[in-house]
């Protein structure tokens, strides 16, 4: 085991944390997380990391801002232990959807937590299938954006796709749902979704393509309260689609998103492990992929100085 390489983990997902160093070769690193009474939280690296190159694990999973503040803080312990290089490795990278200013006297969220992460001493990122690219513009170290999309890619063929069809979700999504597409040889759908206000649950207005009678495979990056996932189903449920799968990175099913998801005709929901899904989150038609291997590599390739441009090709 290459002693100069460090893995850390914050809680939000230490399952995730413990697939990536098996795949890595590399003993999770020690370190001790409290939260005093006063919800102030101190965190302990157990072990030295003078002069290592440390990577640090840290979804962001419920509850939020206590993992951000546990990330920060980590960082900064690192680095004030002179660590040699440090590295957040954020599988689902915090607030990504407030990454524009859309509406007057709002924050840029996103933008915020990359300037917070540079702060606390992070020399690099690496995270995955970010809401929008766009995001890496924020950080002035280097960022690596991975995709989960051959790793979805793959499970979907190994099923089979006769008499498949993709869907995208809305126009938005069109581009990256065209992606899956090509690569699993399939036509593509769109759906017109429109959103009026914050209540997370928009409208499906007309659908271009042909999805009647076929095995719909809807395809986005993130599900958050389930009311879009709902709407799509249930439109194509009326359009008169034979059977639907919905297929999603960042599993973050907040609020009533289980039971809406219980709800409605979905044969079977796939989602990676980017997000901790707690055992009262998961339902019969649920079923997880890891990217563990995926940030495994990632961080070895990083480690060794080799390229992981070979990592992106992925959609």
Known sequence: MNDQLKIFSGNANIPLAEAICRNAGVE?????ILKFSNENIKVKIAESVRGKDVYVIQPSCSPVNDGIMELLIMIDAIKHASAGRITAVLPYYPYARSDKKDEPRISITARLMADLLQTAG????????????????????????????????????NRGTENCVVVAPD????????HYAIRLGLPLAILDKRRSDDSEVPEIHHVIGDVKGKRAIIFDDEIASG??????????????????????????????????????PLKKLVVTD?????????????????????FAKAILYTHQGESISGLYDQY
């Open 122 to 157: 992070a020399n690099r990122i690496v995270t995955m299938n970010l809401h929008s690219p766009q995001i890496q513009g924020f950080f002035r170290i280097p960022v690596d954006h991975l995709l989960a999309g051959r790793v979805v890619c793959d499970y979907f063929e």
């Open 274 to 294: 980017t997000v901790y899904i707690p055992p009262e989150k998961k339902f019969p038609q649920l079923e997880i992929i890891s990217v563990a291997e995926l």
């Open 171 to 178: 126009a938005g999504s069109a581009k990256r749902a065209g």
């Open 227 to 264: 009311g879009s996932i709902m709407e799509v189903v249930q439109a194509l449920h009326r359009l008169g689609v034979r059977e639907i799968e919905a297929c999603c990175v960042h599993a973050v099913l907040s609020g009533r998103a289980v039971e809406r998801l219980r709800g409605v």
């Open 28 to 32: 999770l690193g020690m370190c001790e």
